[in-house]
C-alpha cells in the first residue's frame, strides 16, 4: 500500500466516521463485517473529529481512534488519517475569537458550518499544529496507517476560502512587499495613477471589498493569489506538523477546477493528488457534457503530479445538497467510479460509508442506509465494483497515462479574465476550456493540463484556449516549442495583458509565430448572427469574434457574414519546423471538432485505439510501465449513452475482468465500461 494506493492494489473505500457512533459498539463491530462482504481495503477517518479528539482545550483523547484503526488493520482495512481542521469546535470559536473568519465587509463571523477558521490566526495555526502532532506522535507510525489525509477542501466552496480579518491584512501587506519590494513598483503593476489610487504607504492598502477599493485589477488579482498562497501556507504548516513523527505521504481533497486555489502550486507541497468527484449525472437530455467535465477534472488531477492519483471522495448514489438529487441509474455507479480509474485514478473512495443520523447530510448518500444493512441495490453495486477493483489491480497499478497532447489551464488566467471588464461578463474561461476539450474526448485521445509555467516538452500537440494572460516566459517557451516542431494551438482575446493585467503594447507577444496582426474583438449578441466557412461547411458562431489580419499565416476559414465578412476565422502559420493556429471566433461544437482533427493529424497524433468510437463513446488509455506486459496500453472502454452501444474493432483486444476475447466489435449495454487489453506485442504509438 506505499504512497496510499500508488502501489499494487486499487483502494477501495471511503469517509468513515465512527466517532459518531461511539455510545453504539455493536454498531461499529457491523460496519467492519459489512466492509469485508463489500471488498473495502481502505477507509479515511477524522477530518471532521476534532471536538472528539479534543473536547477541551488540551485535553486530547486518542485512545478510541487507535482501537478503531487497530480493529480495522486486523481485519485488513487501512486508514487514510485526517487531520480535524476542516472544522473548528464550537469551544474553540468561543475561547478565542480571532480564528473566527471576517468578511469583505470586515465583519466578524459566528461560530459553526466549516471550514470556519482563519488561516493567519497565530492561535489558529497553534491549536491546528498542536492536535496534528498529538495525531502523528500517537499514529503517525502505526501499521495500519498509510497516509496523511490534511484538513478536508481546504477553502470550502469558495464562500468561506478567504478572511479579511486585520492578520489577513497584515499577511497580505508582507506577502505584497516580498513581491514587489517598493511601493513604487507596485504602482507601477496595478497602474495606481487611473483614478488617482496612487499608495504612498504600506497600511493604505486592504483587500477588495464592496465597502472600499473593488475595481483595482491588479489590487484583485493578487488578493486572489494571496488567499491561494496563504491556505497553502496553512496545509504546508499541517504536513510538517504530521511529518514531526511520521514520513508517511501526504494529501488533501480538492476540488475540480476549484477557482480560489491554485492546484498547481498546490500540487507542489503534496506528495499524492486526491480530489472529491461529484458529477451531476442525469440531470439533462443525455450524460456527455458531465461525462467530459468530469474526465477534464481527472486528467487535471493526473497532470498536476504526472502521475496517478486517488478519488477520495464520491457518492455511491445520490447528494442532498443540489436542488433536484437524481439516484443513479443502473450500470452509472461503476461506470462513473472506473472513469476515473480511466483517467489515472488509483482509487474508487465514498462519501461516506454510513448515513448521518441527523444533521445536514443524513439524507447523503452512504454505501450504508438508515436500515437495510447490505440488503440494498447501493450496496450490491459496491461490493460487485469492489470485486472488479481487485481483478484489475495488478496491472492497473503499474500503469498510468502518457498523452502526446498538453491543454494549458492557469488559475492566474482564469482569475484575470473574469475581472477583465471587456467583452463579456463574466467571461466563461473554464466553459470555453472544456468545449476543446470535449473535441479530443470525443476522439478519444487523452490530454495532459498544464499551466503556463509548466514544462511542453514530450509533447506533440499544446492548445491553449482563451489564454487572455501571459505570464514571464511563456511567449519564448511557445515559440522554441513550435520551432522545434510543435503544433500549437490558440483563440481569441489570448496574449492580451502580462502577469499584472496590464495590456500589452506594440502587438501581439506571438505575431511572429501565429503570423497574425490582430485588431479588435466583437461581442456580437443574439441579434447579430455570423458564420465560420470551413473545408466545405458553414458552422455558426456562437460568441466572440476577433478581427485579424493574416501576414506569413493562411487563412483555412472565414467569416460569412457582418461587416467582417471575409476576415480570417481560422490561419495556420509554419513557423520553424512547427506550426501554429490561432482560431478568431467562439465556434458550435461540431466546428472545433472539425478542427480538432485537422491539429490532430498535422501532428501526427491519433487515439490509438483500433476501434470506431460511436457518439457517447470514448476510451482512455493507459500505459503499463512496470513488470509483466511492460508498454502495453490498457484501454477503458466508456459507453455514457442511455442506451446500449456496438463499438466496431480492427484488432482483437482481450477483456481484462473475463479474459474473453473481442476480434470485431463490443457490445457494450448502457452505462458500461470495459477494460480491454491489446493481445499483439506492444509496438510504439504517438
Same mark, same amino acid.
Given at each position: 500500500?506505499?504512497?496510499?494506493?500508488?502501489?499494487?492494489?486499487?483502494?477501495?473505500?471511503?469517509?468513515?466516521?465512527?466517532?459518531?457512533?461511539?455510545?453504539?459498539?455493536?454498531?461499529?463491530?457491523?460496519?467492519?463485517?459489512?466492509?469485508?462482504?463489500?471488498?473495502?481495503?481502505?477507509?479515511?477517518?477524522?477530518?471532521?473529529?476534532?471536538?472528539?479528539?479534543?473536547?477541551?482545550?488540551?485535553?486530547?483523547?486518542?485512545?478510541?481512534?487507535?482501537?478503531?484503526?487497530?480493529?480495522?488493520?486486523?481485519?485488513?482495512?487501512?486508514?487514510?488519517?485526517?487531520?480535524?481542521?476542516?472544522?473548528?469546535?464550537?469551544?474553540?470559536?468561543?475561547?478565542?475569537?480571532?480564528?473566527?473568519?471576517?468578511?469583505?465587509?470586515?465583519?466578524?463571523?459566528?461560530?459553526?458550518?466549516?471550514?470556519?477558521?482563519?488561516?493567519?490566526?497565530?492561535?489558529?495555526?497553534?491549536?491546528?499544529?498542536?492536535?496534528?502532532?498529538?495525531?502523528?506522535?500517537?499514529?503517525?507510525?502505526?501499521?495500519?496507517?498509510?497516509?496523511?489525509?490534511?484538513?478536508?477542501?481546504?477553502?470550502?466552496?469558495?464562500?468561506?476560502?478567504?478572511?479579511?480579518?486585520?492578520?489577513?491584512?497584515?499577511?497580505?501587506?508582507?506577502?505584497?512587499?516580498?513581491?514587489?519590494?517598493?511601493?513604487?513598483?507596485?504602482?507601477?503593476?496595478?497602474?495606481?495613477?487611473?483614478?488617482?489610487?496612487?499608495?504612498?504607504?504600506?497600511?493604505?492598502?486592504?483587500?477588495?471589498?464592496?465597502?472600499?477599493?473593488?475595481?483595482?485589477?491588479?489590487?484583485?488579482?493578487?488578493?486572489?493569489?494571496?488567499?491561494?498562497?496563504?491556505?497553502?501556507?496553512?496545509?504546508?504548516?499541517?504536513?510538517?506538523?504530521?511529518?514531526?513523527?511520521?514520513?508517511?505521504?501526504?494529501?488533501?481533497?480538492?476540488?475540480?477546477?476549484?477557482?480560489?486555489?491554485?492546484?498547481?502550486?498546490?500540487?507542489?507541497?503534496?506528495?499524492?493528488?486526491?480530489?472529491?468527484?461529484?458529477?451531476?449525472?442525469?440531470?439533462?437530455?443525455?450524460?456527455?457534457?458531465?461525462?467530459?467535465?468530469?474526465?477534464?477534472?481527472?486528467?487535471?488531477?493526473?497532470?498536476?503530479?504526472?502521475?496517478?492519483?486517488?478519488?477520495?471522495?464520491?457518492?455511491?448514489?445520490?447528494?442532498?445538497?443540489?436542488?433536484?438529487?437524481?439516484?443513479?441509474?443502473?450500470?452509472?455507479?461503476?461506470?462513473?467510479?472506473?472513469?476515473?480509474?480511466?483517467?489515472?485514478?488509483?482509487?474508487?473512495?465514498?462519501?461516506?460509508?454510513?448515513?448521518?443520523?441527523?444533521?445536514?447530510?443524513?439524507?447523503?448518500?452512504?454505501?450504508?442506509?438508515?436500515?437495510?444493512?447490505?440488503?440494498?441495490?447501493?450496496?450490491?453495486?459496491?461490493?460487485?465494483?469492489?470485486?472488479?477493483?481487485?481483478?484489475?489491480?495488478?496491472?492497473?497499478?503499474?500503469?498510468?497515462?502518457?498523452?502526446?497532447?498538453?491543454?494549458?489551464?492557469?488559475?492566474?488566467?482564469?482569475?484575470?479574465?473574469?475581472?477583465?471588464?471587456?467583452?463579456?461578463?463574466?467571461?466563461?474561461?473554464?466553459?470555453?476550456?472544456?468545449?476543446?476539450?470535449?473535441?479530443?474526448?470525443?476522439?478519444?485521445?487523452?490530454?495532459?493540463?498544464?499551466?503556463?509555467?509548466?514544462?511542453?516538452?514530450?509533447?506533440?500537440?499544446?492548445?491553449?484556449?482563451?489564454?487572455?494572460?501571459?505570464?514571464?516566459?511563456?511567449?519564448?517557451?511557445?515559440?522554441?516549442?513550435?520551432?522545434?516542431?510543435? %503544433?500549437?494551438?490558440?483563440?481569441?482575446? &489570448? @496574449? *492580451?495583458?502580462?502577469?499584472?493585467? #496590464?495590456? !500589452? $503594447? +506594440?502587438?501581439?507577444?506571438?505575431?511572429?509565430?501565429?503570423?497574425?496582426?490582430?485588431?479588435?474583438?466583437?461581442?456580437?449578441?443574439?441579434?447579430?448572427?455570423?458564420?465560420?466557412?470551413?473545408?466545405?461547411?458553414?458552422?455558426?458562431?456562437?460568441?466572440?469574434?476577433?478581427?485579424?489580419?493574416?501576414?506569413?499565416?493562411?487563412?483555412?476559414?472565414?467569416?460569412?457574414?457582418?461587416?467582417?465578412?471575409?476576415?480570417?476565422?481560422?490561419?495556420?502559420?509554419?513557423?520553424?519546423?512547427?506550426?501554429?493556429?490561432?482560431?478568431?471566433?467562439?465556434?458550435?461544437?461540431?466546428?472545433?471538432?472539425?478542427?480538432?482533427?485537422?491539429?490532430?493529424?498535422?501532428?501526427?497524433?491519433?487515439?490509438?485505439?483500433?476501434?470506431?468510437?460511436?457518439?457517447?463513446?470514448? %476510451?482512455?488509455?493507459?500505459?503499463?510501465? &512496470? @513488470? *509483466?506486459?511492460?508498454?502495453?496500453? #490498457?484501454? !477503458? $472502454? +466508456?459507453?455514457?449513452?442511455?442506451?446500449?452501444?456496438?463499438?466496431?474493432?480492427?484488432?482483437?483486444?482481450?477483456?481484462?475482468?473475463?479474459?474473453?476475447?473481442?476480434?470485431?466489435?463490443?457490445?457494450?449495454?448502457?452505462?458500461?465500461?470495459?477494460?480491454?487489453?491489446?493481445?499483439?506485442?506492444?509496438?510504439?504509438?504517438?
Amino acid at each position: 500500500m506505499e504512497q496510499m494506493g500508488q502501489g499494487m492494489k486499487l483502494l477501495h473505500g471511503g469517509d468513515y466516521n465512527p466517532e459518531q457512533w461511539l455510545d453504539s459498539p455493536e454498531v461499529l463491530e457491523e460496519d467492519i463485517r459489512l466492509m469485508r462482504q463489500a471488498h473495502v481495503n481502505c477507509v479515511s477517518m477524522g477530518m471532521f473529529a476534532w471536538g472528539v479528539l479534543e473536547p477541551e482545550n488540551g485535553r486530547y483523547e486518542l485512545d478510541w481512534l487507535e482501537g478503531i484503526v487497530s480493529r480495522l488493520y486486523e481485519n485488513g482495512i487501512y486508514t487514510i488519517l485526517a487531520t480535524p481542521t476542516g472544522a473548528v469546535p464550537p469551544w474553540m470559536a468561543a475561547q478565542y475569537e480571532e480564528v473566527r473568519q471576517t468578511d469583505e465587509n470586515g465583519v466578524r463571523l459566528l461560530a459553526g458550518n466549516r471550514h470556519n477558521f482563519c488561516p493567519s490566526a497565530p492561535v489558529m495555526r497553534a491549536k491546528a499544529r498542536a492536535v496534528d502532532e498529538a495525531l502523528s506522535r500517537r499514529l503517525g507510525r502505526h501499521p495500519g496507517v498509510i497516509g496523511w489525509h490534511l484538513s478536508n477542501e481546504y477553502g470550502g466552496n469558495g464562500r468561506w476560502a478567504d478572511c479579511h480579518c486585520e492578520h489577513c491584512q497584515q499577511a497580505f501587506r508582507r506577502w505584497l512587499q516580498a513581491r514587489y519590494g517598493t511601493l513604487d513598483a507596485l504602482n507601477k503593476a496595478w497602474w495606481t495613477r487611473f483614478w488617482s489610487h496612487t499608495y504612498t504607504d504600506w497600511q493604505q492598502i486592504h483587500s477588495p471589498s464592496p465597502r472600499g477599493e473593488s475595481s483595482l485589477h491588479g489590487l484583485k488579482l493578487d488578493w486572489k493569489r494571496f488567499v491561494s498562497d496563504q491556505l497553502l501556507d496553512f496545509c504546508k504548516m499541517e504536513a510538517d506538523a504530521v511529518r514531526v513523527y511520521s514520513d508517511l505521504p501526504v494529501t488533501t481533497n480538492m476540488m475540480r477546477f476549484f477557482a480560489p486555489l491554485d492546484y498547481f502550486k498546490w500540487a507542489k507541497v503534496l506528495d499524492v493528488i486526491s480530489w472529491d468527484n461529484y458529477p451531476y449525472w442525469h440531470s439533462g437530455p443525455d450524460e456527455i457534457g458531465e461525462a467530459v467535465e468530469t474526465a477534464a477534472a481527472h486528467t487535471l488531477m493526473r497532470s498536476l503530479k504526472k502521475a496517478p492519483f486517488l478519488m477520495m471522495e464520491s457518492t455511491p448514489s445520490v447528494v442532498n445538497w443540489r436542488p433536484v438529487n437524481t439516484l443513479k441509474r443502473p450500470g452509472m455507479h461503476a461506470l462513473s467510479s472506473l472513469q476515473a480509474v480511466a483517467h489515472g485514478s488509483n482509487s474508487v473512495q465514498y462519501f461516506q460509508w454510513r448515513k448521518s443520523r441527523g444533521s445536514c447530510e443524513k439524507y447523503h448518500g452512504a454505501v450504508i442506509d438508515h436500515k437495510n444493512g447490505a440488503d440494498t441495490r447501493v450496496f450490491r453495486d459496491v461490493a460487485s465494483l469492489g470485486e472488479r477493483l481487485e481483478k484489475l489491480s495488478g496491472p492497473v497499478c503499474r500503469s498510468c497515462n502518457r498523452p502526446a497532447v498538453a491543454m494549458v489551464f492557469d488559475w492566474e488566467n482564469m482569475w484575470a479574465v473574469q475581472d477583465a471588464c471587456a467583452v463579456e461578463k463574466p467571461l466563461d474561461y473554464q466553459g470555453l476550456f472544456l468545449t476543446y476539450f470535449r473535441a479530443f474526448w470525443e476522439q478519444g485521445v487523452d490530454v495532459d493540463i498544464v499551466d503556463m509555467d509548466g514544462a511542453l516538452d514530450g509533447y506533440a500537440l499544446v492548445a491553449a484556449p482563451l489564454n487572455y494572460m501571459y505570464k514571464p516566459g511563456y511567449a519564448e517557451k511557445v515559440r522554441a516549442f513550435v520551432e522545434r516542431g510543435g %503544433v500549437y494551438v490558440t483563440t481569441y482575446w &489570448s @496574449g *492580451e495583458v502580462d502577469e499584472n493585467d #496590464l495590456c !500589452f $503594447l +506594440q502587438e501581439h507577444p506571438l505575431r511572429d509565430v501565429l503570423g497574425i496582426r490582430t485588431e479588435e474583438i466583437d461581442a456580437p449578441g443574439p441579434y447579430w448572427k455570423n458564420a465560420v466557412e470551413y473545408a466545405g461547411h458553414r458552422y455558426a458562431v456562437t460568441g466572440l469574434c476577433a478581427l485579424v489580419h493574416a501576414e506569413s499565416a493562411s487563412v483555412l476559414a472565414a467569416y460569412t457574414d457582418d461587416f467582417y465578412q471575409g476576415y480570417p476565422a481560422l490561419t495556420e502559420n509554419r513557423f520553424g519546423k512547427g506550426a501554429a493556429y490561432f482560431i478568431a471566433s467562439q465556434n458550435e461544437q461540431a466546428a472545433i471538432g472539425a478542427m480538432t482533427d485537422r491539429f490532430l493529424r498535422r501532428a501526427g497524433v491519433s487515439c490509438g485505439f483500433c476501434g470506431t468510437l460511436p457518439a457517447g463513446v470514448t %476510451v482512455s488509455g493507459r500505459v503499463i510501465e &512496470s @513488470g *509483466e506486459g511492460q508498454g502495453q496500453l #490498457l484501454w !477503458f $472502454l +466508456q459507453n455514457f449513452n442511455r442506451e446500449g452501444a456496438v463499438v466496431p474493432l480492427f484488432a482483437p483486444y482481450r477483456d481484462m475482468e473475463t479474459g474473453a476475447e473481442w476480434e470485431s466489435k463490443v457490445e457494450m449495454p448502457a452505462f458500461s465500461c470495459v477494460v480491454l487489453a491489446e493481445t499483439e506485442p506492444p509496438v510504439e504509438k504517438k
